[in-house]
């Protein structure tokens, strides 16, 4: 059973940092995409950046990028959302996702679809205050 865990999220003033965390056990790291998503209150789930097994390809929303970095440490066997710039429109519910690469390659999704993604963490609360 695949389990995600995602951390590091709080509360910030704008202009701040915040970096998060995301893990995952019974699922082959090194062979997995990975993708950051979020949720404000009353909106749907937007993609916000993913990252390629090899970590070779990143991709990014429009409104977070130069802001927000993504990158993975298959040592560690963790995924990182380096978070700058806050801005009070970033606050939302941040999720982690995972994909094997085999079904994550299959080209009728784009890299930031939920579609793409079978596996889930919790989500962790990021609020930015003016």
């Known amino acids: 059973q695949v389990q995600v865990v995602e951390s590091g999220g709080g509360l910030v003033q704008a202009g701040g940092s915040l970096r998060l965390s995301c893990t995952a056990s019974g699922l082959a790291f090194d062979d997995s995409a990975w993708g950051w998503f979020r949720q404000a209150p009353g909106k749907g789930r937007e993609g916000v950046s993913c990252i390629t097994w090899s970590g070779s390809s990143t991709f990014y929303t429009d409104s977070v990028k130069g802001r927000f970095t993504i990158s993975r440490d298959n040592a560690k066997t963790t995924v990182y959302l380096l978070m700058n710039d806050l801005k009070p429109e970033d606050t939302a519910m941040y999720y982690c996702?995972?994909?094997?690469?085999?079904?994550?390659?299959?080209?009728?999704?784009?890299?930031?679809?939920?579609?793409?993604?079978?596996?889930w963490g919790q989500g962790t609360q990021v609020t930015v205050s003016s």
């Open positions: 996702a995972a994909e094997r690469s085999d079904w994550w390659r299959q080209p009728s999704l784009g890299p930031l679809s939920q579609g793409k993604y079978g596996y």
